[in-house]
């Protein structure tokens, strides 16, 4: 079975702090995508990242690094410098691409909130 | 601007009524999906489409029912017989494999 685990429930951070939110995730498959979201207090989900399961590079942009290592099944995200702006819940999620099967469906995980205080 | 629209933002229901909650998007995107968001908790898969006139069952599908008809809607149906309606519904659309894109979401709340 897959599963996305965020073991964070809420984080709180003062600003300019740099924080990590933790992502771990278990699949059978293995070729797959991982993702994270950000959903601000509007409600929408905004995409962040998608990391293919054969591209274990880190990734930074600008403010944001990811840091995927398949050895223990994580995939964490860092935001240096922590603005108010970053408040919002935080999803990970994985994507089977399960050969003829694929369906593109996202299983997440439970959420990380942010709060970064002023 | 190409995006996703879910209509209304916030809906009410009552006891033994169906609802519907509208999503369109002029992304030409093929594949569309339903999901559930509870305080506190994840998205859970609904419903999901990846053609006209076929759609599949999520991992929560009982008490909802969905259709696609057209390529840009996917409207989902909130049935009497979802005893536990009240949440958070977001829409999303995807195309060859691509990050899915969101909806603004509809708040769903019993009366």
């Known amino acids: 079975a897959q599963k996305v685990t965020q073991a964070q429930t809420e984080i709180s951070v003062v600003e300019k702090e740099d924080v990590t939110l933790d992502c771990v995730y278990e699949?059978?498959?293995?070729?797959?995508?991982l993702f994270w979201y950000k959903q601000p207090p509007s409600g929408e989900l905004v995409f962040l990242i998608r990391?293919?399961?054969?591209?274990?590079q880190n990734e930074i942009s600008g403010r944001y690094s990811w840091n995927f290592q398949k050895s223990t099944s994580s995939f964490n995200f860092t935001i240096t410098a922590s603005q108010v702006v970053d408040s919002a819940v935080y999803f990970c999620?994985?994507?089977?691409?399960?050969?003829?099967?694929?369906?593109?469906?996202?299983?997440f995980g439970q959420g990380t909130t942010l709060q970064v205080k002023p | 601007d190409g995006g996703i629209t879910q209509s209304p933002k916030y809906l009410f229901r009552k006891e033994g009524q169906n609802v519907t909650l509208s999503c369109e998007q002029n992304l030409n995107h093929d594949a569309m999906y339903w999901y559930r968001q509870d305080p506190g908790q994840g998205l859970r898969l609904i419903y999901y489409?990846?053609?006209?006139?076929?759609?599949q069952k999520g991992d929560i599908a009982e008490g909802y029912s969905v259709s696609r008809e057209k390529k840009e809607s996917f409207p989902l149906t909130v049935t009497s017989a979802q005893k536990n309606p009240t949440a958070f519904y977001l829409c999303?659309?995807?195309?060859?494999?691509?990050?899915?894109?969101f909806g603004d979401g509809t708040r769903l709340s019993i009366l």
């Open positions: 999620a994985l994507s089977d691409l399960h050969g003829s099967s694929n369906t593109g469906k996202l299983i």
């Open positions: 699949t059978r498959d293995t070729t797959y995508y």
């Open positions: 489409s990846q053609i006209v006139n076929d759609f």
């Open positions: 999303a659309s995807s195309i060859d494999r691509k990050p899915q894109h």
């Open positions: 990391r293919n399961s054969f591209d274990e």
